[in-house]
Nanobody, 128 residues
Framework: QLQLVEQGGGLVQSGGSLTLSCTAS????????VGWFRQAPGKEREGVSC???????????TYADSVKGRFTISRDDAKKTVTLEMNSLKPEDTAVYYC??????????????????WGQGIQVTVSS
C-alpha cells in the first residue's frame, strides 16, 4: 500500500517562496501520477498541479490557472519524491496542501476523485 508524506510547509510573507515535497514512505511512485491539492478554510479542495508518471506520459505537468507561472512541479523517482516549488506566493495561496497518487493519464491528473492514495496534508500560510 502506497503511503505519502508531505514536508516543507510553513509561514511565509507575501511574495516569498516555499517548496513542498511529497515522498512515498512505503512503495514506489514510478508508475503513479502525483497531484497536489489544497483546501482553504471554508472552501472546497481544489487541484493545484500534477505530474504524470515517467513511463508513458513522460512527466507531463499540469497547473491550475491560479498558479501558472508561479508554481513548478517536478519528480525524482529515484528519491520517490515529487516537489512543488511555489514562488510569488499570495495570501490566497494559504491552505492545507495535500499530495495524492494514482495510476492516471494527464487528462485526469487534476481530478481529486481519481486519486486513491493521499498524504496527511501540510499547512501553508502566506501573510500579507
Amino acid at each position: 500500500q502506497l503511503q505519502l508524506v508531505e514536508q516543507g510547509g510553513g509561514l511565509v510573507q507575501s511574495g516569498g517562496s516555499l517548496t513542498l515535497s511529497c515522498t512515498a514512505s512505503r512503495g514506489s511512485l514510478d508508475f503513479y501520477a502525483v497531484g497536489w491539492f489544497r483546501q482553504a478554510p471554508g472552501k472546497e479542495r481544489e487541484g493545484v498541479s500534477c505530474i504524470t508518471a515517467s513511463a508513458g506520459s513522460m512527466n507531463y505537468p499540469t497547473y491550475a490557472d491560479s498558479v501558472k507561472g508561479r508554481f513548478t512541479i517536478s519528480r525524482d523517482d529515484a528519491k520517490k519524491t515529487v516537489t512543488l516549488e511555489m514562488n510569488s506566493l499570495k495570501p490566497e495561496d494559504t491552505a492545507v496542501y495535500y499530495c495524492a497518487a494514482d495510476v492516471l493519464e494527464f487528462q485526469k491528473c487534476l481530478l481529486e476523485g481519481e486519486y486513491d492514495f493521499w498524504g496527511q496534508g501540510i499547512q501553508v500560510t502566506v501573510s500579507s
